[in-house]
Structure formats: C-alpha cells, structure tokens
C-alpha cells in the first residue's frame, strides 16, 4: 500500500479514492482505542513515505495522529531519512504533535551520522511547529557545511536558524562555518531577518557574503546604496569645520 501511493506521489499524480481509501486505512481503531491491526503493523520506512507522498501531493487527511502515535510506539526503529520525511509532513502540513517531534529531534542530535537534509527537514520541522531543540540546532549549525550541500537545503538550514533565536549567533555560526560558497539566494531568509531588526551591521556582513556569482550586481548595488544612506548629511555635527556645509 505504501509503495504503491509513493510511486503515485513521485511522479506528482494524484488519484483521490486511492489516497482517500489509504487515509481510512490508516484511521482505523480497535475497539480498545489502541492502533488498529493494519496501522499497527507498518515499519518506519512505510510510515514516512506514506506521510511524505500524502504531502507531495498536497492531500490533508485526518490520521495524522494516528501515524504519530504509531511512530512514537517503534521510535527505535525510525533512521534519520525515515524521522524527517515524518516531521516534514506534520509541519508542512501544521499538525501539531509535539511529542513525536521533540523525540526525532533528540534522537537526531545525537546520531553519528546524519544526512544534511535528513538535519535540516527535522530542524525546519521543529522550529516550524515551535518546537525548540538546542542540540539539534547546534548540530546543524556546527556541522552542516562541513560539505557541499545543495541550495534548497542551504535555504531550509539558513532560515531556521535566522528564525530559531534572537541573536541570530546559531544562524551566523552557520554561515560562517561554510567551507565552500553558499549559495547567495539561500542567506535571503539571513538578510530579512537583519534588516527587519535593525541590525545594520550584521546586514552588512550578510550582503558581503552574497556578493559573488549571478547575485553579485545587485549587491553591489545594494550595499552602495546602504552605503550612502549611513553617512551624515550636509550641515550635521562633524562635517566640515566651523559650522560650514560640505558635500561628501
């Protein structure tokens, strides 16, 4: 069953009483309120691919809980690939349960290994759903460009760390770890942030990071123009001498 509404999924097809009849599936109770037979029996890798291909292809069914609750009965068996497609779907698609996600994440912090997007999608998902975990955000911002890794999980890192705290450190420890270029695109979520703070000087530093590749014009032209609002105008405090008007 799983695999059949993956493959649906994966080629971005949508067949309603396909995934309608999966969801009642999924619904399904003993009479003592514990999982039902079918759900009870699905291993990790089914649960989250059935839950990634439900919000591939954007389809909202009530047995979210259902899943959750079943994941939190076999949590040692879910690998990081198999947490975060779970966590990308409740979060992407606002279902709130706390539990399961504090779980993943706890659990993520610590594995040896981690893919940087299995890293990222459990990050976003967390901070998404309010949800704080300080290890896992210091994982990722410690050890996530430690290679290359594409733009979209560039952009899904940068912008849960420039929204997970005030300070913006996590999010600069990241940044600034990089051993190769960011992608300048990905530091957009970095730079909004900064500006809607007021923090002109960090938005400085963003902008310097942006400034190469296709994005390397408009920087430039941005940062110019940050530039000139900044100086003092003609006739303040400490331009010229005596009181005179200079242009600068």
Do not use: Y
């Amino acid at each position: 069953m799983s695999n059949i509404i993956w493959g649906w999924a994966t080629l971005a097809l949508f067949h309603r009483p396909l995934f309608d009849a999966t969801a009642d599936l999924l619904k399904q109770r003993s009479s003592e309120g514990d999982l039902g037979e079918v759900l009870s029996e699905w291993k990790a890798q089914e649960l989250s691919n059935t839950a990634w291909s439900f919000t591939t292809v954007l389809h909202v069914h009530p047995a979210s809980a259902a899943m959750a609750h079943a994941a939190l009965r076999r949590l040692d068996e879910f690998h990081a690939r198999h947490s975060a497609n779970l966590a990308w779907r409740l979060a992407t698609l606002e279902s709130s349960q706390r539990p399961l996600l504090v779980a993943f994440a706890e659990r993520v912090a610590h594995m040896s290994e981690v893919a940087p997007l299995s890293l990222a999608s459990i990050a976003w998902a967390c901070v998404s759903m309010e949800v704080r975990q300080a290890a896992l955000l210091d994982r990722m911002a410690g050890t996530l460009f430690k290679a290359p890794v594409d733009e979209g999980v560039a952009s899904m890192a940068v912008w849960t760390l420039s929204r997970a705290e005030p300070d913006l450190r996590r999010a600069f420890r990241l940044v600034l770890s990089a051993r190769w270029r960011i992608p300048p695109v990905s530091l957009s979520a970095l730079l909004e942030e900064c500006e809607q703070r007021g923090l002109h000087q960090e938005e400085r530093r963003v902008l310097r990071l942006m400034e190469h590749g296709d994005l390397a014009p408009v920087v430039m032209e941005v940062r110019s123009r940050l530039h000139s609002t900044q100086l003092p105008r003609p006739g303040t405090a400490g331009i010229g001498s005596g009181g005179e008007d200079k242009e600068r």
